[in-house]
């Protein structure tokens, strides 16, 4: 193995050894979208939502929430408790630099983001009958721009906080306002026109609907995916200006 491949996996052995973080990051999407489901009004189809249910809805916006769990909350306490600890400050006397942990650590959010995807989707299928995206490209594109922007908001949170409880804090303070305007609360389709044009310009908000459009078998609008790399960029560069690994 690589000495990247090391750390990888030495940070996901970390990782499964929290297991509060394991539980809210991997089983509590599809535990949430379960519950959804359980709700009999849910699983009915809906005149004002062109037929859907709104469990129909809710596959998307849990998958979101999947992502916005590892970004707002896992990456920012992971690297500010790496930096209080001094974890960053050693790693610079050994071969393998501190720039080697942020990817490693974005390395194993992705990749245990995207399987939390895979379960939600099995779930909503085989649970609920929800269909799989018609679109299968056009919504890994949407996944994936989605995760990239939230993961950029969450090292912005890792850069400015000074300790790991600021970190917490700071995500959390995001997390809620974020999941809002992505439509766990109101779904975007039953949001009125102010707080859905709000949401199309949050990075989640955006996500959402894209992932919405490719499960319908259509591609991402401009306006999302223009919305996504914006965010990315805005949050991304400051987070990589401001970010000390001591």
Not at 76 to 91: H, I, S
Request: proline share 7%; hydrophobic share 55%.
């Amino acid at each position: 193995m690589t000495p990247f491949a090391r750390l990888a996996a030495t940070e996901t052995k970390l990782f499964f050894r929290e297991p509060v973080a394991v539980f809210f990051t991997l089983g509590f999407p599809p535990l949430l979208l379960v519950v959804f489901g359980l709700v009999p009004s849910f699983r009915e189809p809906q005149e004002d939502l062109g037929g859907l249910r709104t469990i129909d809805l809710y596959a998307p916006i849990v998958v979101a929430l999947g992502i916005a769990m590892f970004a707002m909350t896992t990456l920012p306490q992971q690297f500010t408790a790496y930096r209080e600890k001094g974890v960053l400050r050693r790693m610079r006397t050994t071969p393998i630099k501190p720039a080697a942990m942020l990817g490693a650590q974005l390395l194993i959010s992705t990749v245990l983001s995207v399987c939390t995807m895979l379960v939600v989707l099995a779930v909503a299928r085989l649970a609920f009958d929800v269909g799989l995206p018609q679109q299968r490209p056009a919504y890994l594109l949407a996944y994936l721009l989605s995760a990239v922007a939230m993961f950029s908001v969450g090292l912005l949170v890792a850069a400015l906080a000074p300790t790991s409880k600021s970190a917490g804090a700071g995500g959390m303070l995001l997390f809620f306002p974020i999941l809002f305007f992505a439509g766990l609360w109101v779904p975007r389709e039953a949001m009125n026109d102010v707080l859905r044009t709000i949401s199309d310009f949050t990075p989640l908000g955006a996500g959402v609907q894209s992932l919405q459009d490719a499960s319908a078998g259509d591609w991402p609008r401009l306006l999302h995916i223009a919305v996504m790399l914006g965010w990315t960029m805005a949050a991304g560069g400051p987070a990589a200006r401001y970010f000390r690994w001591e």
